[in-house]
């Protein structure tokens, strides 16, 4: 049997924008709910309704990929279930968040994390002056020493270049450096540029590709054409994040001026 997808629509108080749920998982974790959102309303400043009756639910084992246009309240919906909502003066006024089988919904977001739930918010995510080694520390903060060890090293076997920078700061970039030389060596070839980032519209891979370009002094022509700002879901999700053959092919023809 293969993988699955839920698509759950809910209302946002923004001109009724709506936004989708859709989950990948296995047939074997087809009905295990590890997280569930059931009908919550989200207010800011004790009057501004932002989300209303909004429901969804992420099988164990899956991925769920909420999507939605700008202001239809996908960082919302995550404040809330991780319990960030009331550092900027939200609050769940209705429904709950429940996790493993247990309501999470008024907890503090330090028990959040302990009981699981991590919220990655957007950029890069790390400490830059902290070293690659302090890092990795401070994310496994909540677990047990006595497992640590076990798990950096499956952490060094998925990325080989951490281990061998262990006690430099860390910065993301010497993950796999840009070959700089080759874009620019084409580059001038050509005197025009069309950059296709299928990682994220902010703080990718493109950004760095303009900056050595910019570095080099290209006078040419760029245009730069991305996916969406979100981690890419697998199944159906993905063709609603990842960026097209069309849009590239219509980037590229805007910059040949066709």
Known sequence: MSAGTVAVPALSSRGDTTMEAATTTT????DQTILEVKNIEVVFNDVILVLRGLSLAARRGGITALLGANGAGKSTTLKAISGL?????GEITRGG??????EITRLPPNRIVHRG???VMEGRGIVQDMTVVENLRLGAHT?????????MDQVFAYFPRLKER???PADTRWLAPLPVEDVLREAMATGRVLI???TRRSGGVSEGVIAALADANFGGLVARVTSEDSLIPLGPAASAVLLSEAAIEVAGARLLGL
């Open 196 to 198: 296709a980032d299928e």
């Open 97 to 102: 968040v429940w996790f493993d089988g247990e």
């Open 166 to 168: 262990l006690e430099t």
């Open 85 to 89: 909502l009331p550092v900027e003066d």
């Open 117 to 119: 739930i991590f919220q």
């Open 143 to 151: 677990r047990r020493a006595a497992s640590l060890a076990e798990d």
């Open 27 to 30: 047939a074997a974790a087809a």
